[in-house]
């Protein structure tokens, strides 16, 4: 049962333009995160957000930019998309605070495509 | 840098065979190992986790063998099912928290009836 929800499912769109990705989880989880899978399937994290902090991976470009109203949204911004930018964006929560032997559940992801 | 290495990159067995899949990671602050499927067009999901204080795992067919000395890791499938191919993340994440969660690159696994 889903209970991380993304919209949009899918996203084509040409280079420099903005684009904004929105996710909401309804499991009263205390963090969410932002994972980018690219086309051979590499996770990687890109922020991880609860009410006490926002964790950015440093090596995430600036035009990416997390966005939250409350606990259980997490949208993500992109300013001016690049090709590489091409990937499926998941999001994720976890029960705690971001310890270390939280279970991650994802959502359905986004894919986008940069033109 | 490619902190948790994961192999083989794909694997195809029989129906009936016992799967097995490699991890193994580099740093030493790592204390949690989760592993996630994924189904194609799915997204992935936590299968089986070890911490450090374990060496072996197991959860119906499927069992984690752990050797800490040597960081490696193994994600045992026994009797594989065709419904068990998917891709196989191994993750690791240190005590300091999940936000460092690393994941490997994957093993993706065919199942042939």
């Known amino acids: 049962e889903t209970a991380v929800f993304q919209t949009p499912n899918y996203h084509v769109t040409q280079v420099g333009n903005e684009v904004s990705f929105n996710c909401k989880q309804t499991?009263?989880?205390?963090?969410m995160y932002w994972y980018k899978q690219d086309s051979k399937k590499l996770l990687k994290i890109m922020f991880s957000?609860?009410?006490?902090?926002?964790?950015v991976n440093e090596t995430v470009p600036r035009r990416f930019s997390p966005q939250s109203s409350d606990k259980a949204h997490l949208n993500l911004r992109i300013k001016s998309v690049e090709p590489e930018d091409s990937a499926v964006y998941l999001c994720?929560?976890?029960?705690?605070?971001?310890?270390?032997?939280?279970?991650?559940?994802f959502g359905s992801g986004t894919r986008l495509t940069v033109l | 840098q490619q902190q948790v290495r994961q192999s083989p990159q794909s694997l195809t067995v029989w129906e009936g065979e016992t799967t097995i899949l490699n991890c193994s990671y580099e740093d030493s602050t790592f204390d949690y190992f989760p592993w996630y499927r994924q189904f194609p067009g799915k997204s992935p999901a936590l299968l089986i986790a070890i911490s450090l204080v374990s060496n072996k795992k197991e959860d119906g067919r499927f069992t984690i063998f752990f050797n800490k000395r040597e960081k490696k890791l193994s994600l045992h499938i026994t009797d594989s099912q065709p419904g068990d191919s998917a891709t196989y993340f191994c993750?690791?994440?240190?005590?300091?928290?999940?936000?460092?969660?690393?994941f490997g690159s994957g093993t993706q696994l065919t199942v042939m009836p």
């Open positions: 499991l009263g989880h205390d963090t």
């Open positions: 993750a690791a994440s240190p005590s300091s928290g999940s936000w460092q969660l690393i």
């Open positions: 994720a929560s976890s029960a705690g605070l971001g310890g270390s032997a939280e279970t991650l559940y």
């Open positions: 957000y609860n009410n006490k902090q926002l964790i």
